[in-house]
């Protein structure tokens, strides 16, 4: 069983539509959480990251933490298509600098 | 503005040809790290340098060797090529105990014929 579970997709949605993108894992020592955007032929970016359970926001996107079902979640709200990208959620044990453990990533695409 | 760069962009290589990646950063980061991405296995870490000289194995590091002389610059080595090391390679590096992040070079599509 992999350490993060993450839905492959492809994701297709209308402009405009609240996207919702899940992972899970199975090892409860994780505290740092993070989702990466990656834009075809690019190096993923850090778009969001939370210590612990709750919410953050950050402008349109929302990143929620369910540590009781190692569940995390980022929210999309009015979806663009410059938001076509492939987000991997990530976690760590320590500081978000040291090393990090990827989910397999969801390709979005949304429809103009 | 963070920058990490990576040698080449596209690689292609022959089997059994020695291979050299090249990663630089230029924040001063302690931490360099370098994956290897592939369609639904996502990243998977190979070799992290904490300090110069320095090197821990990742989850992959087979048929891999790592370099870390100097603070900015964080080379990998495919000793041997072969053709399951066909992937895009992806330099990373983050300062250390911080609550910061990661930070991604464009990386390496890799051909091995």
């Known amino acids: 069983q992999k350490e993060v579970e993450q839905d492959p997709g492809p994701l297709s949605v209308p402009e405009g539509a609240i996207v919702s993108l899940n992972c899970t894992y199975s090892?409860?020592?994780?505290?740092?959480f993070m989702w990466y955007r990656q834009y075809s032929r690019k190096g993923p970016e850090l778009l969001m990251y939370?210590?612990?359970?709750g919410n953050k926001e950050d402008g349109r996107f929302t990143a929620q933490v369910d540590k009781s079902s190692k569940y995390i979640s980022l929210f999309i709200r009015d979806s663009q298509p410059s938001d076509s990208a492939t987000y991997l959620c990530?976690?760590?044990?320590?500081?978000?600098?040291?090393?990090?453990?990827f989910g397999s990533g969801t390709r979005l695409s949304i429809r103009p | 503005d963070v920058k990490v760069t990576q040698s080449s962009r596209y690689l292609v290589k022959r089997t059994g040809e020695k291979v050299f990646l090249e990663c630089v950063q230029d924040?001063?980061?302690?931490?360099m790290f370098w994956y290897r991405q592939d369609p639904g296995l996502g990243l998977r870490l190979i070799y992290f340098?904490?300090?110069?000289?320095?090197?821990e194995k990742g989850d992959i590091p087979e048929g891999y060797s790592v370099s870390r002389e100097k603070k900015e610059r964080f080379s990998l080595i495919l000793e041997s090529a072969s053709t399951n090391q066909t992937s895009m390679y992806l330099c990373?590096?983050?300062?250390?105990?911080?609550?910061?992040?990661?930070?991604f070079g464009p990386g390496t599509r890799l051909t091995v014929l």
């Open positions: 990373a590096s983050g300062p250390s105990g911080s609550t910061d992040t990661q930070y």
């Open positions: 090892n409860s020592a994780f505290q740092y």
């Open positions: 939370t210590y612990s359970s």
């Open positions: 990530a976690m760590s044990y320590y500081s978000s600098a040291s090393k990090i453990i």
């Open positions: 924040m001063d980061h302690e931490n």
């Open positions: 340098s904490y300090d110069v000289k320095m090197k």
